[in-house]
């Protein structure tokens, strides 16, 4: 079993953040506990090897299983995830912005979608599929995506423009995000520069930030259990404890202790294979 966070190699680091590869196995009898998954800032390809995975999103009333391969574009409502009793898959995280480079189709199209793979990218990501089927350890997954993604990304011409380190830089530093000083620097107007954002992200840059310093926030606090959560709020740049509260009922339905609690019960920590890897 493994759940560990896996860089790509260099060439690809501009465009995808890391591969997060996933393999649970519970006994047969066991009922498989549920994840908490929160909003957060991502979108990528997941690759299902073993089992299937199954959503339920309580804002929105919906429950539904996921395809084998699938793309998903930035979540924007809280979900819970059920796996099978045992569940093998390698979620390929994009850097922000990733995701359009690779497909050139408006990112509004994919917010809390989940799309099956091969509608989109053909063949060829079903016969990735296969071959990583085929592979007798996580390190040939790991080279299979690699080669697989490098050679998408060499077909693709390159026109890199300021805007698009722009989520990259949100993602890191969500509170010093600031609307004029960041179009500015984008050497965009205001008007353009959310326009272009929204076309590559899928959200407009004021709500990608609030959802990473909520992120930001979640993490800290699974990272520093003991740290309190007055001092969480000052360290993620809110204003008071009760914005982290307004923030954490919106992206994640719940209290930040309820939250925190839910998370203690997904299916890596009940199994005990978190390893190097952080977050939910």
């Not at 759940?3 to 009898?29: A, M, Q, S, V, W």
């Not at 339920?56 to 409502?77: A, H, M, W």
């Amino acid at each position: 079993m493994i759940c560990k966070r896996i860089l790509p190699d260099p060439e690809l680091r501009g465009l995808i953040k890391e591969y997060l590869t996933i393999h649970l196995i519970f006994e047969p009898n066991i009922k498989v506990p549920s994840k908490a998954y929160p909003v957060n800032p991502e979108e990528g390809i997941r690759f299902l090897v073993r089992g299937s995975l199954f959503s339920d999103c309580p804002d929105l009333g919906t429950y539904e299983k996921r395809p084998i391969v699938t793309i998903f574009g930035q979540p924007n409502s809280r979900q819970n995830l059920f796996t099978t009793n045992e569940y093998l898959m390698i979620h390929t995280r994009f850097q922000p912005g990733g995701l359009f480079k690779l497909l050139r189709i408006p990112m509004t199209e994919l917010v809390h979608q989940n799309f099956d793979a091969e509608l989109i990218l053909g063949q060829e990501i079903k016969e990735v599929q296969a071959q990583l089927t085929d592979c007798i350890n996580y390190d040939d997954m790991i080279v299979l995506l690699n080669n697989y993604f490098t050679k998408k990304f060499r077909q693709i011409k390159r026109d890199s423009q300021p805007i698009d380190k722009i989520g990259q830089i949100i993602l890191e530093n969500p509170q010093e995000f600031n609307l004029e000083r960041t179009a500015k620097e984008a050497c965009l107007s205001h008007r353009q520069f959310e326009k272009r954002f929204v076309q590559q992200i899928g959200i407009t840059p004021k709500y990608y930030a609030r959802i990473c310093r909520f992120y930001q926030a979640y993490e800290l606090k699974e990272n520093h259990p003991n740290l309190d959560w007055l001092s969480v709020a000052v360290q993620t740049g809110y204003n008071d404890y009760q914005h982290l509260v307004k923030d954490f009922k919106q992206f994640a339905g719940t209290t930040p202790t309820t939250l925190i609690k839910e998370s203690l019960n997904n299916p890596e920590r009940k199994l005990g294979i978190i390893g190097n890897f952080r977050g939910v």
